[in-house]
């Protein structure tokens, strides 16, 4: 698709040319704009659209990575299909190194999103575990495996991303006492407090962690620094966190100074793509 724009158009209220204000929306629909993707959208140079990220970045409208960009503290969640495809192979090698940390014969909880469905295509390997879910889309990928022992919880199934939630869930969760709980997040403050976006979610997460002798938090770099209203905890409630790479200052520091062990899928997997901020000028 082409769109032609006129960069002599600009927004009464913003300042902004009309390609600049439609890389913005696709920013915060899509959660991360490619340069190269953005150049053949619009019909202009890669030259050009480093400028109007230049531009919308020194506004603090979008932050720049390598390849392209992403808006400062998104609090829109994104489209469940679109989740499934950002940070596609950084999830995969978040997903590995769980695995490695769950032995077979284990149980577990694993809840909804993304990154827990890529920790559950990682666990195929292994043998006789025991699965407690309240994501439809981990147990129909685990059911497969007939040493598997897969339970789904009952509850209100959300259609847009096969999740199961509400009373009924975390009374059945309470029910349970399992080795491990994994969970993902949409965003952590700070101050390493845990937040997400439906306080349903967070009452199911809880009670995972709560019933879990263990508790691992598995997420991408992008979460730290993104604002949701909810809380779920904080990061010291935590046994394990496993992450694609290092966030930037100041939550490297909020990590370096607790007592959580970190693994980090760029150290593990040295082939897997970073994704870094771009700090010159010269783009």
Same mark, same amino acid.
């Given at each position: 698709m082409h769109i032609k724009t006129d960069e002599g158009i600009r927004s009464e209220q913003s300042g902004l040319n009309q390609r600049q204000t439609l890389i913005v929306e696709k920013a915060r629909a899509e959660g991360f704009v490619s340069i190269d993707d953005l150049a053949t959208d619009y019909d202009v140079t890669p030259q050009t659209i480093r400028r109007d990220i230049k531009l919308l970045c020194d506004q603090g409208i979008l932050r720049?990575?390598?390849?392209?960009?992403?808006?400062?503290?998104?609090? &829109?969640?994104?489209?469940?299909?679109?989740?499934? *495809? !950002? #940070?596609?192979?950084?999830? +995969?090698?978040?997903g590995q190194m769980v695995a490695e940390h769950i032995p077979d014969g284990a149980s577990l909880f694993l809840n909804i999103g993304t990154t827990a469905e890529a920790v559950a295509a990682a666990l195929m390997g292994h043998k006789n575990l025991r699965v407690v879910t309240n994501n439809?889309?981990?147990?129909? !990928? !685990?059911?497969?495996? *007939?040493?598997? *022992?897969?339970?789904?919880?009952?509850?209100?199934? &959300?259609? &847009?991303?096969l999740a199961v939630v509400g009373e009924a869930t975390i009374g059945f969760i309470n029910q349970f006492k399992v080795d491990f709980g994994i969970v993902g997040i949409s965003g952590i403050d700070?101050? @390493?407090? !845990?937040? /997400?976006?439906?306080?349903? +979610?967070?009452?199911?997460? *809880?009670?995972?962690?709560?019933?879990?002798?263990?508790?691992?938090?598995?997420?991408?770099?992008?979460?730290?620094?993104?604002?949701? #209203?909810?809380?779920?905890?904080?990061?010291?409630?935590?046994? @394990?966190?496993?992450? /694609?790479?290092?966030p930037d200052a100041p939550y490297a520091e909020l990590l370096a100074d607790s007592n959580i062990a970190v693994h980090v899928a760029s150290d593990r997997f040295p082939g897997i793509t970073k994704i870094e901020p771009e700090l010159d000028d010269d783009i």
């Open positions: 720049r990575y390598h390849g392209g960009a992403s808006l400062v503290s998104n609090t &829109r969640n994104v489209d469940y299909s679109r989740r499934r *495809e !950002l #940070m596609k192979n950084q999830k +995969e090698h978040i439809i889309n981990v147990a129909s !990928l !685990l059911s497969q495996r *007939e040493d598997f *022992e897969i339970t789904i919880a009952g509850g209100r199934v &959300r259609a &847009r991303d700070e101050d @390493g407090t !845990l937040l /997400d976006f439906d306080y349903r +979610e967070v009452r199911v997460a *809880e009670a995972i962690m709560e019933n879990s002798r263990t508790v691992y938090l598995a997420t991408d770099h992008t979460k730290f620094g993104r604002r949701a #209203m909810v809380k779920l905890g904080h990061l010291a409630d935590l046994d @394990g966190l496993f992450i /694609d790479q290092m």
